[in-house]
């Protein structure tokens, strides 16, 4: 039974909540909230320390749902930001998260980075992850493997 009569949003929604209980998983977290909360903070610090193209190509390997999520507010012109440092990144994690007791902004952010390496092609994480500043990207997961399920990605 389709839950909304098409195919396309059918899928999108199963995929994105695969993402979502990974990034529960990751976390040991069992909230679907709290883990859209990681991944969408993470998407937008990601996001906006990429030039646009890089972003672009980067999110046309989400799910429609994820590549809504992550171009939400975005406003090309003002990137990419001028912030270099891990902790920057770190500090626009964590704004996402003031209100949540035990939120560690190192540990979300790896668990989602982890998460796109699992859906994304190994080739297209690659490229983002050069693309960011040498401190950012020893951020991501230094391994980078083949996604478990090609049928997963966007």
């Not at 930001?81 to 998260?97: G, I, P, Q």
């Amino acid at each position: 039974m389709s839950a909304t009569g098409l195919d396309v949003f059918d899928r999108t929604l199963k995929i994105t909540n695969i993402w979502l209980d990974d990034i529960m998983r990751e976390m040991g977290w069992s909230s679907r909230q709290r883990a859209y909360h990681a991944l969408r903070a993470v998407l937008h610090t990601l996001r906006d320390r990429l030039a646009v193209t890089d972003a672009v190509h980067l999110a046309a390997q989400f799910p429609i749902l994820v590549r809504g999520v992550f171009f939400d507010g975005w406003r090309p012109e003002c990137v990419p930001v001028d912030e270099r440092s891990r902790d920057e990144f770190l500090m626009h994690v964590t704004d996402a998260f003031l209100f949540v007791m035990n939120a560690d902004c190192h540990q979300i952010t790896a668990a989602v980075l982890r998460v796109l390496t699992k859906h994304v092609s190994p080739g297209e994480v690659e490229k983002a992850r050069r693309a960011l500043p040498e401190a950012v990207r020893e951020l991501w997961p230094a391994s980078i493997a083949a996604p478990d399920d090609v049928g997963q990605r966007g």
